[in-house]
């Protein structure tokens, strides 16, 4: 298993967090499997840049980007170099330090 510290976050973790993944599994899925519910307006198809997150930590463990999440991460807010899109950043052997930006481009929240 791969320990993924996620960092507080106003809504979604206030406390922060620390839990753990299976290799393999995207880092989005691992969020919502430890009850830290991110965006993922898509539904993790790689459509939009709502699960959009900063590796503060470990990026060099996650699998590369393709072109189709770097053309989308073009549109995320706070775009980093250290940014990826969750659902398409699978978690590796390393451990991960994650931060959910305070904002997304999703304006049709719902519940909001």
Known sequence: MTQIVVLPHEEYCPEGAVIE?????????????NDIPIE????MSAACTTCHVIVRE?????????????????????????SRLSCQAFVG????????????????????
Do not use: M
């Not at 993944?21 to 499997?33: F, K, R, V, Y």
């Not at 993922?40 to 539904?43: K, L, W």
């Not at 991960?96 to 519940?111: C, D, Q, R, T």
């Open 21 to 33: 993944a299976t290799p393999g599994t995207s880092i989005c899925e691992a969020l919502l499997e």
């Open 40 to 43: 993922h307006a898509c539904e």
């Open 58 to 82: 470990g990026f060099k463990s996650l699998n590369p980007s393709d072109e189709v999440e770097d053309d989308l991460l073009d549109r995320a807010w706070g775009l980093t170099h250290l």
């Open 93 to 112: 052997q390393g451990e991960l330090v994650v931060e959910i930006p305070k904002y997304s481009i999703n304006h049709a929240k719902e519940n909001h």
